[in-house]
């Protein structure tokens, strides 16, 4: 009976060798975490420069793996950033182009075609794409029932999963969106150590504002720490890729809603040990829709026509390959009227405004935020400088042109200045054939304020909707990429 016994043990375990093995074998594709902060600005982490700020974890996967210093969204709105990364669009191709407005059922999502590949899919967390994202996922958490964080399903989500296939998880963070939830970290940032942005007033109310945030970032780099200890537990960490970046910049003033690095560069990580080098840093500009069409090979998928974006993959072995020479990016709808566009290069930014007459002091959040009330403060005692008193420009500029290489954080427009009057024509038609192109259009009926710009208060239009740019052109079923 024990001589039968131990056959058996010995019979089971090499079954299960086998299977192991043979799992292994069959995996020819990654498996794929893709991590999206909430309101995170590139510039807010400690391999992208800020010596303030404690992110240890998400430093590792810039250490361990590629940092990307061009890498953009599509929009500084939290929904139509995501609704683009989902479908490989731009948000007005999306039908979703305005905040909190969700995607038609006729748009293929990635995470839909890596399921029908075999993928086992799960979204947890910030979950505002719309109903007919449901189908993408074998799972999906939405909401606070993972932590007030987003983050406290993650490992569970991880041990819990299918073992028999690979897995692609969309993990969303509500950190670092306000409310701030986060002020009881065993060692919260100190107000008097934090950087301050040059746009904002030095206060004592600021710097407990963004100290505040940068703690809620704190503790999204715990749990990207947490996780990667988990997939090096399971021994699965070589094979797979992780992916950090956020939706759009912080959720202060001269941040979210605008069109310069603040609002739309992201911090861009990938991790995979078996397919990119340690340590490798990639200066090619990229945008939020290339990312689907990349995740797509690399699952040996083809991408679909729908898709205005392309595989980067090439940059993982070749970082310093040139791929792409314009980013576009928009601005609609966020609380807000609004609409904006623009057109970058590696050296020049240039923005249109069809609604000139408005401030764009940033989203309601901001507007309520200490931040926003110190600089009115500053305002009223008349020591606002020139940068600070751009939140509250009203009118603003029709065009914008900023020199790259001599004015990084965009202060300085260059837009009337006649010795680059050739190049800002350039980019205005580069923008114009791309608006058209891809079936853009700025509706007279654009969604109204829903709220005061000054006080925040609801308007007397608060939950009424405009026409969506692009809508009269059928933009969600146009295909055309533009320019690349």
């Known amino acids: 009976m024990v001589k039968h016994m131990t056959a058996v043990r010995i019979f089971s375990s090499l079954f299960c060798f086998f299977l192991c093995c043979h799992s292994v074998i069959a995996q020819t594709t990654p498996n794929i975490i893709l991590i999206i902060a909430d309101d995170v600005s590139w510039d807010d982490l400690g391999c992208y420069g800020n010596k303030a700020i404690r992110t240890p974890n998400i430093d590792r996967l810039a250490k361990d793996g590629m940092k990307f210093t061009n890498a953009f969204v599509t929009s500084s709105s939290c929904s139509p950033s995501r609704s683009s990364i989902i479908t490989g669009r731009y948000p007005h191709n999306t039908g979703a182009a305005e905040l909190h407005t969700p995607l038609p059922a006729?748009?293929?999502?990635?995470?839909?075609?890596?399921?029908?590949?075999?993928?086992?899919?799960?979204?947890?967390?910030?979950?505002?794409?719309?109903?007919?994202?449901?189908?993408?996922?074998?799972?999906?958490?939405?909401?606070?029932?993972?932590?007030?964080?987003?983050?406290?399903?993650?490992?569970?989500?991880?041990?819990?999963?299918?073992?028999?296939?690979?897995?692609?998880?969309?993990?969303?963070?509500?950190?670092?969106?306000?409310?701030?939830?986060?002020?009881?970290?065993?060692?919260?940032h100190d107000p008097a150590e934090i950087i301050v942005p040059t746009f904002l007033s030095d206060t004592k109310?600021?710097?407990?504002?963004?100290?505040?945030?940068?703690?809620?970032?704190?503790?999204?780099?715990?749990?990207?720490?947490?996780?990667?200890k988990e997939l090096y537990r399971q021994g699965i960490h070589e094979n797979t890729m992780i992916i950090f970046m956020s939706d759009n910049g912080r959720p202060f003033p001269r941040s979210k809603t605008r069109l310069i690095d603040a609002g739309v560069k992201t911090p861009f990580l990938i991790k995979w040990p078996k397919g990119i080098q340690k340590g490798s840093e990639c200066h090619s500009l990229v945008s939020a829709i290339d990312i689907a069409p990349t995740l797509l090979e690399l699952a040996e998928i083809k991408p679909l026509p729908t898709m205005q974006g392309r595989s980067f993959s090439e940059l993982f072995k070749n970082p310093d390959h040139s791929f792409r020479?314009?980013?576009?990016?928009?601005?609609?709808?966020?609380?807000?009227?609004?609409?904006?566009?623009?057109?970058?290069?590696?050296?020049?930014?240039?923005?249109i405004n069809r609604r000139p007459g408005f401030a764009n002091q940033g989203p309601l959040d901001a507007v309520n935020s200490k931040s926003f009330k110190a600089l009115k403060e500053s305002e009223s005692k008349g020591t606002i400088t020139p940068i600070?008193?751009?939140?509250?420009?009203?009118?603003?500029?029709?065009?914008?042109?900023?020199?790259?290489?001599?004015?990084?954080?965009?202060?300085?427009?260059?837009?009337?200045?006649?010795?680059?009057?050739?190049?800002k024509n350039n980019?205005?038609?580069?923008?114009?054939?791309?608006?058209?192109?891809?079936?853009?259009?700025?509706?007279?009926?654009?969604?109204?304020?829903?709220?005061?710009?000054?006080?925040?208060?609801?308007?007397?239009?608060?939950?009424?909707?405009?026409?969506?740019?692009?809508?009269?052109?059928?933009?969600?079923?146009?295909?055309?990429?533009?320019?690349?």
């Not at 940068?214 to 715990?222: F, K, T, V």
């Not at 020479?325 to 923005?351: C, P």
């Not at 509706?443 to 740019?469: C, F, I």
């Open 106 to 188: 006729h748009l293929p999502f990635f995470p839909e075609l890596l399921k029908n590949k075999g993928y086992y899919t799960a979204q947890v967390g910030k979950w505002h794409e719309g109903e007919y994202t449901k189908r993408a996922y074998d799972t999906l958490i939405a909401g606070k029932r993972n932590g007030d964080g987003g983050e406290e399903l993650w490992l569970s989500m991880v041990r819990d999963r299918s073992r028999n296939q690979p897995f692609f998880f969309w993990l969303a963070p509500f950190d670092a969106h306000r409310e701030w939830e986060a002020d009881s970290l065993n060692q919260p």
């Open 205 to 228: 109310e600021t710097r407990e504002d963004i100290a505040a945030y940068y703690n809620e970032i704190a503790r999204l780099d715990y749990y990207v720490g947490a996780l990667e």
């Open 325 to 351: 020479n314009y980013i576009f990016t928009e601005h609609n709808w966020h609380d807000y009227e609004a609409y904006e566009r623009a057109v970058r290069t590696k050296d020049y930014l240039y923005i």
């Open 388 to 423: 600070q008193k751009d939140i509250l420009l009203s009118p603003r500029p029709a065009e914008e042109l900023f020199d790259l290489k001599k004015d990084g954080a965009q202060m300085d427009n260059l837009a009337n200045k006649p010795t680059l009057a050739s190049v």
């Open 427 to 484: 980019l205005k038609e580069v923008l114009s054939k791309w608006q058209k192109e891809t079936g853009d259009t700025a509706p007279s009926d654009l969604t109204p304020d829903w709220y005061d710009r000054v006080n925040g208060k609801k308007t007397a239009v608060h939950n009424q909707r405009g026409e969506m740019p692009g809508k009269s052109l059928n933009a969600d079923k146009i295909n055309a990429k533009g320019a690349f």
